[in-house]
């Protein structure tokens, strides 16, 4: 935030703000019920987006506050069929969701308003990820879904794995790695 580090972190009732070189907290946003949250944050823009608790609503807040705020201090909010276990992914101006239950979705990420919404195959403990223009949605089942990140719902391609998956695929170097239950994969050779 104007060249200075936050450390975000989205607790079961408080979304909270800190310089990690000192441990200081800078803004706390308390009261946000749900009494457990799985999803972590996600920063784009100096904009966080945290899901309440327990699938609760989903919302996006200004990082460059100070003190104790409240919900008027929120840009935008959004309880149609948020994630429970999956962390949002932004790319650019567009926030990528999927419900546990396999409801993918796509916000604006200045206004909360749905841009496309659609069902992909099985249930989701992973996180969506972004790689070279797609976004990877991957279930439990090993199914993974290939989605352009774009406004416009696109589905690429779908892969699949003969393995339980729940951990996120992680991008590095070209490659793209799922951790299973009984392998670790590592996928493909460029991106470029």
Known sequence: VQGEPRLIIMGGNQLDAYDPR?????????????GRTVSGPTVADETAFA?????????????NRRGEL????LAWTND?????SCTPVAYRTLLFTVSDNGIARCLDTDSG???WKRRVPGQYKASPVWCAERILLL?????????????????LFTNRLS????????????????????????????FR
């Open 22 to 34: 000192t441990g200081k907290q800078i803004w706390l946003l308390p009261k946000q019920v749900g």
């Open 51 to 63: 899901t309440r608790g327990k699938s609760g609503a989903m919302f996006a807040l200004a990082l």
């Open 70 to 73: 409240n919900r008027r201090n």
């Open 80 to 84: 149609q069929g948020t994630p429970d």
């Open 113 to 115: 308003k749905l841009q």
């Open 139 to 155: 279930n439990t089942e090993g199914i993974c879904t290939v989605i352009s990140a774009s406004r416009r719902f696109r589905e």
């Open 163 to 190: 393995d339980l998956t729940i951990a996120s695929p992680a991008i590095a170097n070209g490659h793209v790695y799922i951790r299973g239950h009984k392998h670790l994969y590592c996928i493909g050779s460029s």
